[in-house]
Each structure stands twice: as C-alpha cells, then as structure tokens.
C-alpha cells in the first residue's frame, strides 16, 4: 500500500502545528518549526526541504519523508506577443484517481504585474459568453491548488528572494514580479468559499507572501450569501460580473440571476463589509445584446449610491460563440455616459488573446470522473 505524504501548503498555522505533533515532533519545538516552515514556503518559497538549511539534516530527511511541498506539472507554459503568460498546471492530488488541469494567466504592465488565478476545475454556471462556462464542473480546488497557482508563477518569474529573473520573463521594470491577485479565472470563488478564504488569507498573510488584501479582488457571479461572508471574514477588494441591467437580459447572460435577481445583488453590494473601498462592476461589452446608451444610463440608475468602478471588458471571442464584440465606438459612447455619472469606466485592454489567455477564453480538457467512465 502506497503512504501518501501530507500536504503541508495550504494549511494554516494551526493545522501545520497539529500535523507537527502527528509526525511525532516535540511539543516544545512546534512553535519555532511552524515560524521556521511558514517562512521557507511563503517567505523564501522553497519547493524542497533540502533548501531549507537552519533545519538539522535528519530534520529535513524526516520532512520529506513525511511532507509533500511538490509543485504540480506545468504542462505548457506560454507567452503571447504582449507578455501576458499563461500556464496549463496538472495537479495530481492525493485520492483523485483522475488528475486535472487549470490555467493561470500573468498580466505583466509596466509598474504592477496581475496574476489570475483558477479557483474551480471547470464551472457549474453556465454565462452564456464564457467558454469556462461550456465546460462542467469537473471539482473544487483545494487551498493547497489555488496557493500552488501563485508560488509556480513566482517561481517561473524570479519573484522570490534571492532568485533570478528568468530571461524569457516580461516583468514589470521595478519592485515585486505579482502585485496583484485576482480570482477571476476559471470557476465561481463563492461555490468553493472555505478554500478560497483559506488560501487568499495564506497570500495576504503578512509574514509570508504578505499581499495586500488591497491588492486582491475577488470575482463573483453574483453568489449572493458568500459576498458578506467574503467581506467580513476574508477582507478582501470585490468584483461583481454584472454584465446586463435588468433581469431578463441578465438572466439569459448570468443564469445565476434566477437565483439572486439584480434587487438582491445590489443590495448585498450596499452592504459589502469593505465598501470603503469601492467594488469593481465588471461589464462585457456584446454587440446589440447589452451596450446601447440606454444600457449605459439604466446602469448608471442600478449603481447610485454604491462607492464603484465599472470595468468595460471586450467580449473576447472563443471557437464556437454566437456573440460578438461591440464596436469599439459603441464601447466609447457607453464609457463615456457612465464617466460623465462620476463613475471610473475603464476599458479593459485585451491581453494574451493570440494564446487564448484573454478573460472568458480559459478552458481546461479535464473531464469530470462521471463522464470519463462512461466514455
Ligand atoms: N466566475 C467568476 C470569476 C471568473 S470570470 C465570475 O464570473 O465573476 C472573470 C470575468 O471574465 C467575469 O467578469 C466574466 O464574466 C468575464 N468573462 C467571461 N467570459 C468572457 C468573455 N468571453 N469575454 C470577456 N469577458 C468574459
Ligand atoms: Fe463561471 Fe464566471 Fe464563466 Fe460564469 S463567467 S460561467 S460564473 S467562470
């Protein structure tokens, strides 16, 4: 019978402490050995105990008998003509007969550098202009998956302490390689709350990869319940994919709206725990289905009163989709009636689109084991 390592990333404090004491290390000794590890895998970010030298060799033998801190497959790992990155990771994880796939993406610009990380396998919702949302939910990532997502990209960037910048990385000129963090890449946070809690509070943890959570943004759908629950116990910058501005288109774009209609939404927004700062409406600009100056006022109506910023996305286009994008003077006219409101209304720039690393064009080929069976 294979022993199966535990996982040490992705486990806070108190659970490295617990697990410790379960491999049988001296009480006495557990708290400096928390500080000692902690430091190594977010601090230094080694991917192996060798590494970590104020550690006694038969220590370090003992970890790695016992511990897993593997890093998962980069199975391919690319760079579009603007610098945007995107990698495609297998995880292997322990107990899953079937191994699966996400991507992450790297947004590299001149003074912060962007990473969007996957927070499922696939997507249980079904937005209609989202290729992610084509395919099934295959499974939830766990903490250690979500946090592995940005300790590879670090690693592949050179953005650990003492390590060099690899010559193929496009990086920002000065200062940290990843500033920021956004969970907007595949799947839905709030349908895989508590490890995406766990983990985003292990990144903004100020003793080890110590992001701000100024710096993190969390995208939902419009998952009602959790967007109190990610403001009060996570604290971090919140997105809303809000997309169209009366039920009906929306519940044709974004069909979780069935669920939590716009009036429930917005209201969950009005009472976002972290409202001092403001909430980023994330909009794709379709063409003749959402971006007329009607639209843009009706959305103006929709947000009075809730401190935000409206991101203007660029459909992007992927094999298969019936819609398209707006025109880029459609795009203006809409940005230019939220901007007169008093709103920010930045249009997104479209990245990485030549490697399909653009928003709304990440898919994975892993299936989900249900249908592997009956293939
Ligand atoms: N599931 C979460 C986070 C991931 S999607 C959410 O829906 O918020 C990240 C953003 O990309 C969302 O605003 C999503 O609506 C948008 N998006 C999806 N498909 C897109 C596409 N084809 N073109 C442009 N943006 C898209
Ligand atoms: Fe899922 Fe977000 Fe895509 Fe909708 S837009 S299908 S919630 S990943």
């Given at each position: 019978?294979s022993?199966?390592?535990?996982?040490?990333?992705?486990?806070?404090?108190d659970e490295i402490?617990e697990?410790?004491?379960?491999?049988?290390?001296p009480i006495?000794?557990?708290?400096?050995?928390?500080?000692?590890?902690?430091?190594?895998?977010?601090?230094?970010?080694?991917?192996?105990?060798?590494?970590m030298?104020?550690?006694?060799?038969?220590?370090?033998?003992k970890?790695?008998e016992?511990?897993?801190?593997?890093?998962?497959?980069?199975?391919?790992?690319?760079?579009?003509?603007?610098?945007?990155?995107?990698?495609?990771?297998?995880?292997?994880?322990?107990?899953?007969?079937?191994?699966?796939?996400?991507?992450?993406?790297?947004?590299?610009?001149?003074?912060?550098g962007?990473l969007?990380?996957s927070s499922?396998?696939?997507?249980?919702?079904?937005c209609?202009?989202?290729?992610?949302?084509?395919?099934?939910?295959?499974?939830?990532?766990?903490a250690?998956?979500?946090?592995l997502?940005?300790?590879?990209?670090?690693?592949?960037?050179?953005?650990f302490?003492?390590?060099n910048?690899?010559?193929?990385?496009?990086?920002?000129?000065?200062?940290?390689?990843?500033?920021?963090?956004v969970?907007?890449?595949?799947?839905?946070p709030?349908?895989?709350?508590e490890?995406?809690?766990k983990?985003?509070?292990?990144?903004?943890?100020?003793?080890?990869?110590?992001?701000s959570?100024?710096?993190?943004?969390?995208s939902?759908s419009?998952?009602?319940?959790?967007?109190?629950?990610?403001?009060?116990e996570?604290?971090?910058?919140?997105?809303?994919?809000?997309?169209?501005?009366?039920d009906?288109l929306r519940?044709?774009?974004?069909?979780?709206?069935k669920?939590?209609?716009?009036?429930?939404?917005?209201?969950?927004?009005?009472?976002?725990?972290?409202?001092r700062?403001?909430?980023?409406?994330e909009?794709?600009?379709?063409?003749?289905i959402?971006?007329?100056?009607?639209?843009?006022?009706?959305?103006?109506?929709?947000l009075?009163?809730?401190p935000?910023k409206?991101?203007l996305?660029?459909f992007?286009?992927?094999?298969?989709?019936?819609?398209?994008c707006?025109d880029?003077?459609?795009i203006e006219?809409?940005?230019?009636?939220?901007?007169?409101?008093?709103?920010?209304?930045?249009?997104?720039?479209?990245?990485?689109?030549?490697?399909?690393?653009?928003?709304?064009q990440?898919?994975?080929?892993?299936?989900?084991?249900?249908?592997?069976?009956s293939?």
């Amino acid at each position: 019978m294979s022993f199966e390592k535990l996982p040490l990333v992705g486990l806070n404090r108190d659970e490295i402490a617990e697990t410790l004491q379960l491999v049988g290390i001296p009480i006495r000794h557990i708290q400096m050995r928390v500080r000692q590890l902690w430091h190594w895998l977010y601090v230094r970010g080694a991917s192996s105990f060798d590494d970590m030298f104020n550690l006694s060799k038969e220590l370090r033998e003992k970890f790695s008998e016992d511990f897993s801190i593997t890093r998962p497959k980069i199975m391919t790992d690319r760079i579009s003509k603007d610098g945007t990155r995107k990698w495609l990771l297998r995880f292997s994880t322990r107990g899953n007969a079937f191994p699966v796939e996400i991507e992450t993406v790297y947004i590299p610009e001149k003074e912060r550098g962007t990473l969007c990380i996957s927070s499922q396998v696939g997507c249980s919702l079904t937005c209609s202009f989202c290729h992610t949302g084509t395919q099934r939910l295959v499974r939830n990532l766990t903490a250690e998956e979500i946090l592995l997502q940005l300790l590879v990209a670090r690693e592949c960037l050179g953005d650990f302490p003492g390590r060099n910048i690899p010559d193929n990385a496009i990086v920002p000129v000065k200062g940290r390689k990843i500033t920021n963090v956004v969970v907007m890449g595949m799947g839905e946070p709030l349908y895989n709350f508590e490890a995406i809690k766990k983990a985003l509070l292990i990144i903004s943890d100020g003793e080890g990869l110590s992001l701000s959570k100024r710096r993190i943004t969390l995208s939902t759908s419009g998952v009602v319940p959790g967007m109190y629950r990610t403001g009060k116990e996570i604290g971090v910058m919140l997105a809303i994919s809000l997309h169209a501005t009366d039920d009906a288109l929306r519940n044709r774009l974004v069909p979780i709206n069935k669920k939590y209609p716009l009036a429930e939404l917005m209201d969950a927004c009005r009472n976002y725990p972290v409202l001092r700062h403001r909430i980023t409406f994330e909009y794709v600009m379709l063409k003749d289905i959402n971006d007329s100056a009607d639209h843009a006022r009706k959305l103006v109506d929709l947000l009075k009163g809730i401190p935000a910023k409206i991101n203007l996305i660029p459909f992007n286009p992927w094999p298969g989709t019936n819609y398209q994008c707006s025109d880029r003077q459609r795009i203006e006219q809409f940005a230019a009636i939220v901007n007169t409101a008093g709103y920010a209304s930045p249009i997104r720039t479209t990245r990485g689109n030549d490697i399909l690393a653009a928003c709304g064009q990440l898919k994975s080929l892993s299936r989900s084991a249900s249908k592997k069976m009956s293939d």
